[in-house]
């Protein structure tokens, strides 16, 4: 599921709708399978179980007050370095507004697909600090780098997959 807030979460409900782990490695060791296993019939409670996890997550996101979403994600990464960047750098001109105004926009609204392509790309390269503060600069100048106001107010979860895996009985 693609959260409200743009974060990509997994879950795994048993067949009571029970939360049984929200661990994206742990949800896709389960759902690991040969190419030749072949398909069950769904069951009756798919779409029902699969309603319920859709809760589940949004719930979790709510109740964690986490708004840059997992700390892996390009969203959090971004945010947590450029923050740093700034407190290192306070009072020198490589602290700008606009360097300021890209920050609160990146804690105060979600990244566009684009953005989150190219940090994702960026990040584990070694990009400098600076050079990453330049990067979302010109992403934000460019008006590439978050969605903003009505936009991102009114996204909506968006289920990307189910997959029903059960024991045939």
């Not at 693609?2 to 709708?17: F, H, I, M, P, Q």
């Not at 971004?78 to 001109?93: I, M, S």
């Not at 390269?125 to 008006?143: H, K, Y």
């Amino acid at each position: 599921m693609k959260t409200a807030e743009g974060n990509d979460s997994l879950v795994w409900v048993d067949r009571n709708g029970n939360s049984v782990t929200q661990s994206q490695l742990a949800v896709l060791k389960v759902a690991e399978c040969e190419p030749s296993t072949p398909a069950i019939t769904r069951d009756e409670r798919h779409h029902e179980l699969v309603k319920k996890g859709a809760e589940l997550i949004a719930e979790s996101e709510q109740n964690s007050g986490v708004e840059l979403g997992r700390p892996s994600g390009a969203r959090f990464r971004t945010y947590e370095r450029l923050k740093k960047y700034v407190q290192d750098k306070k009072g020198t001109a490589f602290v700008t507004e606009e360097l300021l105004k890209a920050i609160d926009d990146i804690y105060r609204y979600p990244l566009r697909q684009s953005a989150i392509d190219t940090l994702n790309r960026q990040l584990p390269s070694g990009i400098s600090n600076q050079q990453l503060a330049e990067l979302v600069v010109a992403l934000r100048t460019d008006e590439r780098l978050c969605i903003v106001s009505e936009e991102a107010e009114k996204r909506e979860p968006q289920i990307i997959c189910s997959l029903g895996l059960f024991v045939e009985s």
